[in-house]
């Protein structure tokens, strides 16, 4: 995808020292990166269950090191995953974590959109994307998708405090800028989606784990430290 410049450099020099980094941010919650990993895909499974949408074909856009991808695998059982990433050194350590017939890495350059996935999914990756190579990249996932096809759009919620704390102490996040719900959504219509629903996740942290229950109540509310935009790709 050569419209659209995510920085490399910053992602290979991480890779194989990804996940302590990462954990710096995030053990402000008490837990660690496949809690928060598992999550997304259970809700997501939930609501595609909803929709009677069962995707055969995944593209995991930004998929670093492939954590998404084993629950990708695990919870939604697709026929095949696509991981791309601009990240050599990242790709490396998922084709090496990844063994198998069913999934592929490729970097964005080696992929060209064409059409035949039924879901794509990212998380936290867009607030890595310069904002005026934002539409790009969404025009690569609509191009990505069949009519009709899934997106899973999530994103780090700028409106709740400890999602800003726990950037701030990841060395690859601290000067990232952050995409609210509302110019998600907004890009996600010009780029020809339809919008499903947003939903918000992760409330409380693993010191309140007793409130965890209320969540599934409370996702219409903007309190999560993430947020889901699910979408449709348009057939017009």
Known sequence: ????????????????????????????????????????ILWL????????????????????????????????????????????KSLEVARQTHVDSETRFFSLDEYEPDGAFDLAFCNGVFHHVPVKERAAAIDYLWRSLRPGGIFAFWENNPW?????????????????????????????RLGGFEIIRTDFQFIFPRALAGLRGLERVMCRMPFGAQYQVLCRKTTQ
């Not at 084993?70 to 050599?88: H, M, N, Q, T």
């Not at 952050?178 to 890009?187: F, N, Q």
């Open 1 to 40: 995808m050569s419209e659209t410049r995510i920085n490399a450099s910053g992602f290979d020099a991480y890779a194989a020292e990804y996940d302590a980094a990462l954990q710096k941010g995030i053990s402000v919650s008490g837990e660690g990166k496949d809690y928060f990993a598992r999550g997304r």
């Open 160 to 188: 709740n405090p400890g999602a800003r704390i726990v950037m701030s102490r990841i060395p690859f996040d601290r000067d990232a800028i952050m995409v609210s719900p509302i110019e998600a959504r907004r890009l996600l």
């Open 45 to 88: 499974s939930k609501l595609l269950g909803a929709l009677s949408e069962k995707p055969r074909s995944v593209l995991d856009f930004g998929c670093g090191t492939g954590t998404a991808t084993a629950f990708l695998k695990e919870i939604l059982r697709p026929d095949s995953i696509l991981g791309v990433d601009v990240s050599v």
